[in-house]
Every structure is written in structure tokens, then in C-alpha cells.
């Protein structure tokens, strides 16, 4: 046997450390990316905010679907501050095909798509393709910039925010394409533009030095050669920034440093001058007319501001128009209707909001943010991002909108999803076990085989693996809260609730309380169309009768509940003994407040008894969490010694078990407690 000298073994082991991290990194990216798929189809069962469901679904299903429907407020035509477009594109598309499909699985395969699983997933199906576009944008800006787009793919793609966020009907979920969209057709004018410009200053110089005129012209002619890069993409930029504007008002924040980058371009170089940059001001917003002409008409159209009877008979006035951003403005500059949904503190986004939403890459970015400031105080110019830079772009493009969105006093952690992007190409790095990951044709450096060290790895390698182990961590959890656990019950409840519908005897009505639950998204239900004039072969006028009544208690003190739930079976009990209308009455609430209504009915003698139909698990209600009686025990068991020690962590094992079967959705039946001359009379 040969032996092959010890440097071709070096040299065979720094290969195999150069090539096998990227290929794993690649197999990585496409494991989470189908993650994100099939989470999409399992379905995701956690409720992050009830917008998802009431400023798309709930709004658009009844524009394709004959059924009842509760638009929100936002949607009110006497004053709608939403646009009712992009919904329309991203529920109204996929309910469309899942119009045409549904009759041909029913035939061919006997499966409706008429149900709250299908409901749900179309439009998710949808979001989720469109969030695979904000990883192609990220891998085109790493490319064009030589970054390495591998480690950087692989961080945003297990970003829980990715997982969940990124693919339910949030208008912050578009925003955050749409800003990926604006930062790469920036940096892709910043890239062209660079070139151009020192081309441009090379040849000026030529020409300035240039001996005879001969050489002149030909300089002259080379510039005159050059491509036109000034307005490049103005008219793809500015009809996102229109459309985002429209899908969420609060997007200026997040297109005001991409726009500013790019009207700047090359205003250091010879070429370009501050009239440059008011053309490009002045065609950026001729570019943008289009689009908000035609969101202004689409939205009047659809509120019954403007119809074609006007149009035709020329009677149009400024009435006619509805622009929803300004509205949007207009209620939101109010502090006082801000007060309805909830005041925070302003520093809420920095403090809170984006370590809980981006983890430790957050942490870094705002810790490095800090020592940039620092270093511009101590007049330390050269440790700041040059302005015009892709590094400068995406670090204010980070810090801007979080500092812009803090100026409101209500914050919620979605408003700022779509800085993920920024914060992903600056800091992914990192979290990299391996260095210069900035250059893609990597080269290990940082942790080779040292006899001397006995491949010990350096701290700074030791940091990023534990920066790296609590991104996954963090990230896991979260995931798996938003994806199943919060408010995990309600999806479950609903296609409990649309299957006792289909079930139920004719003429039944079915009443359901919820507690400390967000609202039920009533689309899914498929309930009959209450609001819609029917006419009869006799052509006779007539409307369904409503048949399910939901009656949404929110976090109301327990006792107001059963005060209510008693006087609506009351009634409901007089309506069958009068008009013989039979009723179900059912009460969902956490598993964590059952014990309490359990104790307040039976020591008030209700008229009423209960029991349990189903639960849904999991389900978490932070507004109803179980109380930790366990820790008391803990310290009891803590200051325990010899024999009784075992007992006692029995019974910590079993409070524990208690407490996490506490996370469940409980769905009760509630039933009137005839009197039994009352029950005699009934049974004759």
C-alpha cells in the first residue's frame, strides 16, 4: 500500500472542510423551506392576531361565496381606512379556484373543499408561495454583491417569523415581500449605477488628460456610449411603494431609506448632481400617479362611492373618491381611538418586540447599532457604513422603520416583521461556525486541525456556536407556540362548531359563548346568507332566518358570563315551550378557568347544568394562563429531607401534569334544569 505524503492528507481534510459545510447548508435551506410548506398544509392551527382571519378572509369570502360574513370597521364604507385590493388578490385569487375545483373533488373524488381546513389553506397556500419570493430577492442581493447567500438563506428560512407570520393573511406578511421586493430593486440600481459612474469618471479623466483631439472624441464618444442608469426601475419602484402604501399605510416607514437610497445614488461622483436627483424625485412620483389612480378607483367603486350610473351622466365630484391611506392617517393620528386597541410604552418595538420576533439576530443588530452611534460621537467616521453602501442601506433600512413605527403609541410585534430582511444580510454571519462568510468560495481558516492545539477552536468560533444554538432554540419554541399553541383551540372549535351545524335538526339554533379566546372567524363556518333578499319559483320575496348566535365574552369577569349564559337559556327555553324552537347552547373556554365556573354555577344555583362535548389541546390564552401553584411545592420540596422526598416529587409530577393539561380549549354543553312539574308537562 502507498502512502500518501502528510500534506496531501492536509490538503484532503481543508477540501472536505471547504466544500461539506456548504453542501450541508444547502441541504439545510431546502429541508426548512419544505418545513415552511408543510406546515403550510398541516394546517397551522395557531392563532397569532385576529387580523389574519378579519382583514382578509373574513372580508373577501363573501365576495365569492353566498354566506354571512362580519366585515370589520376597517372596511366600513361611511369611512374605510383598508384597501380592499390586495385582499382581493390574496384571498379572492385562491377562493376563486377553490370556487371552480370544489365541484369536480366532489364528483370525482367525493371531497368537498367547502370547509374551514380548505378555507384556510388556499390563501396560506398562496402567502407562502409569495414569501419564497423574499428568498429568491435575498439571494439575489447576496449574489450581486459577492456576500455568501448560503448561511444567510438558512437564517431567514428558520426564522420562526418565516414559518408562521410570513405564511398566514397578515398585510404585514405582504409587507415584508414588498419591502424585499423595494431593497432589491435598489441595491440592483446601486450595483448598475456604481459601475456606470466609475466608468464615466474613468473616461472624464481621459478626456480631461487627453493631448489631442483626436483622442478627445474618442473619449467623448465612449461617454456618450455609456448606458442611462439614472431612472433605472423607477416605475417597478414606485408602484410598490404605492401598492404597499395601500396594503398598509404604515409601509412609508419601511420604503422611505430604500427611496431616499436611491435617489442618492452617485451624488459623490462627477456625473451626478443635485439636479439629478430632483428629476429622479419628480419621475418617481409621476411613476407612482398610475397605481394610486387606480387603487382610488378600485376602492370607490368597491365602498359605492362612484358608480358607472355617475360616470355616464358626468356627475363626479370630489365625494366620489375614496383614498383609504389618508383615513388611515386621519383615525390613527387620534390618540384617543389609538387608546381602543391599547397603549404601549414607545420604547415597546426596541426593548421587547424585536428581541422576541428576531432572537439574538436582533440582539446584535441593535447592540451593534449602539456601537455605531457611540463611534459617531467619538467622531470615529471610519467604523460607520459608508452612506451609499449596501451595508449603509440595509442598516438604516433596519433601524429606520423600528424608530419611525415607536414615534405611535400602539406596537405590536408584527408591525416590524419585515425588518427580518435587513437584519438577516448583516448579521446571519453571525451565527456562522465559519468565518469569511462574506466571500463564496469559503475557506476555513478559523477551525483547522492544529496538532499544537489539538484542534481546540478558537472563542470567537465558541461564541457564534452558542449564538447559534440559542437562534435554533429560540426560533423551535416559537414556532412551535405561534404555529400550534396560541390560541390553538379556535380553528379546531370552528370545524367542531361547521360539522354540528351540518348535524344539527332543522330549525335548530345553535348559541356558542367564548371566553378569553380571539374571535371566531364566522367566514369559516359557511353559515347561511342572512342579509341576501331570496325569491321563491312564486316570486315571492324572502330572507333566511339567522340560526347561529355567537356571543363573544372577550375577558369579561366569569360571573357577568353565567349571569348571561342564564338569562339567553331562559329565554331560549321560553321561545321552545311558546314558538317550539329547539336550541343547543354551548360555552368554549380555557381549561384554565373551568374550575371557577364549575364553583360560581353550582354555588349560585343556575338554572342550567353542563358537560364537557370536546377539547381542543393545545390551546394557550394569555389572557387566562393557569396559576403556578406548583412552585409552592417546589419550595416545600426543596426544604424537604430523607424519606418524604420521593412522595413529594410525586406530587410534583403530578401538579405538573395538571398544569400542562391546563393548556386546553373546553367546549361545554350547557342544558336547562327542567322543574319537574315543568318536565311532567313536557313529557305529556
Avoid at 341576501?532 to 347561529?548: G, M, P, V
Wanted: aromatic share 16%.
Amino acid at each position: 500500500m502507498s502512502l500518501k505524503p502528510k500534506n496531501e492528507y492536509r490538503k484532503s481534510i481543508e477540501d472536505y472542510q471547504t466544500t461539506a459545510p456548504v453542501q450541508r447548508r444547502i441541504g439545510l435551506y431546502w429541508i426548512l423551506a419544505t418545513l415552511r410548506v408543510a406546515l403550510t398544509f398541516a394546517p397551522q392551527t395557531g392563532y397569532i392576531h385576529p387580523d389574519e382571519f378579519f382583514q382578509s378572509i373574513e372580508v373577501i369570502s363573501g365576495d365569492h361565496f353566498d354566506i354571512d360574513i362580519h366585515k370589520p370597521w376597517e372596511f366600513n364604507a361611511t369611512f374605510p381606512i383598508r384597501s380592499p385590493f390586495i385582499p382581493q388578490i390574496v384571498v379572492g385569487f385562491p377562493y376563486a379556484i377553490l370556487k371552480r375545483l370544489s365541484p369536480y373533488t366532489f364528483h370525482f373524488l367525493g371531497l368537498s373543499l367547502r370547509s374551514p381546513y380548505f378555507f384556510v389553506l388556499f390563501p396560506r397556500l398562496f402567502m407562502c408561495a409569495l414569501s419564497f419570493l423574499s428568498d429568491y430577492f435575498l439571494y439575489k442581493i447576496c449574489y450581486m454583491y459577492g456576500q455568501n447567500y448560503r448561511v444567510r438563506l438558512v437564517t431567514y428560512a428558520s426564522s420562526y417569523v418565516m414559518l408562521t407570520y410570513a405564511t398566514r393573511t397578515l398585510s404585514n406578511s405582504i409587507e415584508l415581500v414588498l419591502t424585499a421586493a423595494l431593497l432589491y430593486f435598489v441595491s440592483r440600481c446601486m450595483v448598475y449605477s456604481d459601475k456606470v459612474m466609475l466608468q464615466n469618471d474613468y473616461l472624464s479623466m481621459k478626456y480631461n488628460n487627453a493631448t489631442t483631439p483626436i483622442e478627445r472624441v474618442k473619449y467623448y464618444k465612449l461617454k456618450a456610449m455609456l448606458p442611462s442608469h439614472s431612472l433605472n426601475d423607477c416605475f417597478a419602484l414606485a408602484t410598490i411603494t404605492v401598492i404597499g402604501i395601500f396594503n398598509r399605510p404604515t409601509f412609508v416607514a419601511f420604503a422611505l431609506v430604500p427611496i431616499f437610497f436611491w435617489l442618492h445614488r452617485g451624488l459623490n461622483s462627477q456625473s451626478v448632481g443635485f439636479k439629478d436627483f430632483h428629476i429622479r424625485m419628480l419621475v418617481f412620483i409621476l411613476c407612482g400617479l398610475p397605481a394610486v389612480l387606480f387603487f382610488i378607483l378600485v376602492d370607490s367603486f368597491y365602498f359605492g362611492y362612484l358608480t358607472v350610473a355617475e360616470i355616464s351622466h358626468f356627475e363626479i365630484g370630489i365625494n366620489n373618491f375614496v383614498v383609504t391611506p389618508v383615513n388611515f392617517l386621519k383615525y390613527n393620528v387620534n390618540t384617543k381611538n389609538l387608546e381602543l386597541h391599547g397603549l404601549h410604552p414607545r420604547f415597546l418595538h426596541f426593548l421587547v418586540n424585536v428581541p422576541l420576533l428576531f432572537s439574538i439576530l436582533g440582539i446584535i443588530g441593535l447592540l451593534t447599532f449602539a456601537k455605531m452611534i457611540h463611534s459617531g460621537l467619538k467622531g470615529q467616521w471610519l467604523h460607520l457604513p459608508r452612506l451609499q453602501s449596501i451595508v449603509g442601506l440595509m442598516t438604516f433600512t433596519f433601524i429606520g422603520p423600528v424608530a419611525l413605527l415607536s414615534l405611535f403609541p400602539h406596537q405590536e410585534p408584527r408591525f416590524i416583521i419585515p425588518v427580518l430582511f435587513p437584519l438577516v444580510f448583516l448579521y446571519a454571519p453571525e451565527l456562522s461556525q465559519v468565518p469569511n462568510l462574506d466571500i463564496v468560495d469559503i475557506q476555513i481558516s478559523d477551525q483547522r486541525y492544529d496538532n499544537e492545539n489539538n484542534g481546540n477552536v478558537k472563542p470567537t468560533t465558541r461564541h457564534k456556536s452558542r449564538k447559534l444554538i440559542l437562534w435554533y432554540i429560540s426560533n423551535l419554541l416559537l414556532a412551535f407556540f405561534y404555529a400550534f399553541a396560541h390560541q390553538g383551540g379556535i380553528l379546531p372549535l370552528t370545524s367542531h362548531v361547521m360539522t354540528e351545524l351540518k348535524a344539527k335538526p332543522h330549525l335548530t339554533h345553535v348559541h356558542l359563548y367564548t371566553s378569553y379566546s380571539y374571535s371566531l372567524p364566522t367566514a369559516l363556518l359557511q353559515l347561511r346568507n342572512t342579509r341576501r333578499i331570496y325569491r321563491s319559483s312564486s316570486n315571492h320575496k324572502y330572507k333566511l332566518t339567522q340560526d347561529f348566535h355567537l356571543y363573544e365574552q372577550g375577558s369579561k369577569p366569569l360571573p357577568w358570563v353565567i349571569d348571561s349564559i342564564a338569562w339567553r337559556i331562559r329565554d331560549c327555553e321560553e321561545k321552545f315551550t311558546v314558538k317550539r324552537i329547539p336550541y343547543r347552547l354551548y360555552y368554549a373556554l380555557p381549561a384554565s378557568a373551568t374550575n371557577k365556573f364549575t364553583e360560581l354555577s353550582r354555588n349560585n344555583s343556575y338554572p342550567f347544568r353542563f358537560h364537557i362535548v370536546k377539547t381542543f389541546y393545545p390551546h394557550i390564552s394569555v389572557e387566562k394562563l393557569p396559576s403556578l401553584h406548583l412552585l409552592d411545592r417546589l419550595r416545600y420540596l426543596l426544604s424537604l429531607q430523607g424519606n418524604s422526598i420521593f412522595s413529594s416529587i410525586v406530587a410534583v409530577a403530578k401538579d405538573v401534569n395538571e398544569y400542562i393539561e391546563q393548556f386546553r380549549l373546553i367546549l361545554l354543553k350547557i342544558e336547562y334544569l327542567v322543574p319537574e312539574s315543568k318536565q311532567n308537562r313536557r313529557n305529556k
